[in-house]
């Protein structure tokens, strides 16, 4: 990825992870508006979720909210290096596997990040700015999709 991509994803994220959890919310807020089927993927202790808004306000899932966060600044941090995380990642892809995710709901999830970025920064989320996260974020995904092969 050239050097005026990289920044514009680092000057972006330090504005994000600022409010990581709140901007994390919306983020699932609009997964599951685009996506409401994968709201029964997320049970803790058997417990389904009644609604969007339950999972969002639940101690549980505001623990996963904090590690997407989480696995986004790890790729924030070495995206000069992405193959240094390829092992987590396909890693990562496995677990969603395991659960029931499909590889098809991360384009969900993409459109999500992408709109998470977009209401928190406003006017500063050029074109530029959005193509630079669509290429971190398809080689995130690229890599997590190995954990869906070979098996």
Known sequence: ???PKL?????????????PLEH??????RLFTLEPNLLPLF?????????PEDCL??????GHIR???LVIDAAVTNVEDLSSLEEYLAGLGKKHRAVGVR??????????LLYMLEKCLGPDFTPDTKAAWS?????????MGRGWDGE
């Open 43 to 51: 049970q803790y202790n058997g417990r389904q979720f009644s609604s």
């Open 135 to 143: 290429q971190l974020y398809g080689a995130v995904v690229q890599a």
């Open 7 to 19: 920044e514009l994803i680092r000057q972006s994220w330090r504005t994000v992870n600022r409010s």
């Open 67 to 69: 590690k997407v966060m």
């Open 103 to 112: 590889l098809g709901s991360f384009s969900t999830v993409g459109e999500s």
């Open 57 to 62: 306000s639940s101690p549980e899932f505001l």
């Open 1 to 3: 990825m050239e050097r």
């Open 24 to 29: 994390g919310t919306v983020l699932f807020s």
